[in-house]
């Protein structure tokens, strides 16, 4: 469906975001449906991601607060791994979800920093 | 934390986001309740907007996202105003929505995406 | 728990909360679904709104904080008229959407008070 | 509407959906409150689904994209074994995720396409 | 950016959805962001209402119950007139409605009503 | 508005709502931000819990809806035992939940009733 190129350079945005370990555990949506696994590469991180006017990092600010203002729990994990990855520090983290506050309510702030928290701690436990 | 000098600090980040028109629309809220416009310039502006870790155009990034995907169409529209005031261009506005897309869904992009003309269509007509 | 008398309840509930020009301008739902109007009189507004457990002022700030939460705006201000209707304050209202700023965020919150301001500047005008 | 056979419609429409386990699972809602219960299989599986302008079938599109689009994932786990209970196909729930995948975003869309996963492969391990 | 064949079945599948008028309105995107148009064309109708393994009629169930979820009534507006122009009845979406009361609660499916009355009206006044 | 007070009035409400061992767990966040963690005792709890045109039961029928219509439920399953905490009944919470199934859908209410069921339990245990 996509054409070749969005697949690769959503596959090359995705190893710049996502450990191998990560990268791997969503080969668990290949496996049900390879149509949709296609869409995520090519349209996601291809098309989306891969567009070059916003770095990774000003899409990463976009992903976090989006993710925070519907309360996607789980993919704000996985989004906090590949903000620091791409060199965001923990500090910066902290001050989208403290913003974040104002616009969507201490509930799902609160919630993100304890994810946060977890996050950061499993890099010191290292 | 919170001092004499957030509604002070309030009211400077304001005068950076929003034009004297949008400020003064701002009053109908001061108006109806002077403790909730408080809080609104001393907690929303003061200290959150005022925190110096990250600028203004990186908190924008969040607050459009947010307004976005929170389907909150009416600040949004004001904070499209806000977004050039601070010097964003217009491309970046429309690369947020377009990633936005990837995030919330199509609806909530277009729906943002005839918003942002509007606003851009305004300053041509000046 | 459903009976005959479900949808009388809801009619003298409504009669309480709503004023004979909103109950007239419902009825457009009643012209293009009479079963949908049913289940609004007879399982909302009977058997959730009529059981006694709580006021009708208790169940206000139930349903003017869920309204508020989900941006449904439009029954807000329907809900706004109600709320006055049955005794409570302006002061009560106002106080509602502070609470509410905490936890939904500040957008959703200012659009309220915005709408909250019409209705009450409605009663002033007359 | 509302009338004494909404509660035999409303338990007959869930033997259809509900397997012995689950029905009994959700005994823990008629313990803590035999009201809401009978609300529930009065109203929502009696005066709702027990209506017989659409099919079943076509009320699970509508639950099914209703829960994904507001992210209720537990209830959309219980609704995917209710949907191949009577007669949709794998291939079926796919699709209805991935054109959710367009109208809310690929967050939600994903962690759906997880749990269809762990349902499809709960069959299998039988 | 998508491929030539997207972009032709999402043309294709517009024109069996929306009207004339309604094409031309949809411009104001292409005006704004040429790509951001393509993606809705390419991606959005091509890739995932073209798909052949459910209906439009089958599709459309899904979008209005995402739109009404989500509380996106303008976008709700133009898919009640593509459901009848795809040959879908009006007792269809009425259904569609009603079954969403009880999924995402009475305010948003009051407002989706309104707006179907609208819609049908407007069907009735040529 | 703001003041010393602030954070001595939230320390003070919170001592109300919460026991020990829920404050304590409560620290995680003050470890991660202490920034933040003083925006939610000084802001959340002194400025907004603290303003006294409202009892505590009036704000937690607040809380409490709107972490049902938001669906945060881990907030939910700490302001349900703080509910009960200031004296609220069971039955209270059970009816804020019935009032809600009308205003948000039943899937968010029965997820709600599950939690309620769950607390309730834990007392008995004792």
Known sequence: MENNNSYETGAEVMDQLFSKETQ???????EISPDFWDMIVSFGFGDLYGRTALTLVQREYITLTSLITQG?????RVHFH?????????????????QCAGYVGFPKAVH?????RDVFKSYEAV
Chains 1, 2, 3, 4, 5, 6 share one sequence.
């Open 24 to 30: 791997n555990y969503m080969q668990h949506i290949k």
């Open 72 to 76: 996607a729990f789980d993919q704000l």
């Open 112 to 116: 993100a920093m304890g994810i946060a």
């Open 82 to 98: 590949a903000s620091l990855k791409i060199g965001m520090s923990q500090q910066e983290i902290i001050e989208i979800i403290i």
